[in-house]
């Protein structure tokens, strides 16, 4: 297994952007008209003929130099609530767009690792593509066997997911219910529900203190469903590299009393102007082995159409990588 240990990096604008020059400027210029108020009245008749006029000016002149001052200070030094929401923003669109500018064909090998290291395999083709409507995944898991599993994944831009799959021992493709989401698929660590990344798209977003993962430096996005998401996860932390905006580390706490679940990416790439990772490894904290989902080989803009994701006609599309 190769990992990505190497730090992309990230180029920093050390100079203003227009708009904070603007805003400085802004705050500048307000602050130096109460300050030459002040003055003039200081050098008014009235501060010498009454001297209660000259103290009470003076004050209210102290005090509009004050508030001119708090603005000019918050204006220039933006305060760490509005710095967390713009990295929060950058964060979501970043992470979305991956998703959102998918247009691939794979095929790679689903592998079981027992915690004694024996190994089982499974071929694993897919396809995805992101439709004005969201996100199509089509996929066909199969063994050394006849049987095989096919899911079609449509997930929203609101991240509501729908499960299609046809199971082995069944010819006809049906709607998976809730209940079979969090299923191990294929005997591995990955369930149904983990083929998508909805949590992305959840409606409760936050970043915690950002961290190291490796030599990453990377936000730490934490993720909760609304009460109208679909999933058996109470909640999903990704860290998230700076530089790329991709994840590197994913921890997904289930409801309930289970354990959690580990995910880690490796051997990140760009093709065509998009992140992925090559291999991606789950397992759940507390059990031994783990499994292993690895990309020999696909096609990055593959141009695919509705009429690719009709789960009925997996079998015919399987050869079609290149």
Not at 20 to 28: G, T, Y
């Amino acid at each position: 297994m190769v990992s990505e240990t190497g730090c992309i990096p990230r180029l920093e604008n050390h100079y203003p952007s227009p708009r904070v020059s603007a805003i400085r400027a802004l705050a500048v210029y307000i602050a130096m008209t109460f300050l030459r108020s002040v003055v003039m009245l200081s050098r008014s008749r009235m501060f010498g003929r009454y001297p209660e006029a000259r103290w009470a000016n003076s004050a209210f002149g102290t005090i509009q130099v004050s508030i001119a001052l708090l603005v000019l200070l918050s204006l220039v030094h933006p305060s760490p609530a509005f710095a967390a929401n713009a990295d929060l923003e950058t964060v979501l669109t970043g992470s979305r767009q991956h998703i959102e500018k998918v247009d691939y064909r794979v095929i790679g090998r689903l592998t079981r690792v027992e915690g004694n290291g024996k190994r089982t395999s499974f071929k694993f083709v897919a396809k995805a593509h992101w439709f004005p409507d969201g996100l199509r995944l089509l996929c066909e898991i199969s063994g050394s066997g006849s049987d095989k599993t096919s899911l079609l994944l449509h997930m929203s831009a609101s991240g509501h997911v729908i499960i299609e799959a046809v199971l082995p021992g069944e010819k006809a493709a049906r709607t998976l219910p809730f209940e079979r989401w969090n299923d191990p698929l294929v005997g591995t660590d990955f369930s149904y529900e983990d083929m998508v990344e909805s949590q992305f798209f959840w409606k409760h977003q936050g970043l915690l203190a950002s961290e190291k993962y490796g030599a990453r430096d990377c936000f730490v996005l934490k993720s909760v469903p609304d009460s109208q998401d679909r999933t058996y996860y109470d909640s999903v932390t990704s860290w998230i590299d700076r530089g790329i905006l991709f994840p590197v580390h994913v921890v997904k706490t289930p409801r309930g009393a289970g354990p959690q679940k580990e995910f880690i990416y490796y051997g990140l790439r760009q093709v065509d102007g998009v992140w992925s990772a090559t291999q991606v490894e789950a397992k759940l904290q507390g059990k031994p082995g783990s499994s292993i989902l690895a990309i020999e080989r696909g096609s990055g803009k593959a141009n695919l159409g509705r009429k690719d994701f009709v789960i009925s006609q997996s079998n015919a599309q399987a050869g079609k990588v290149k």
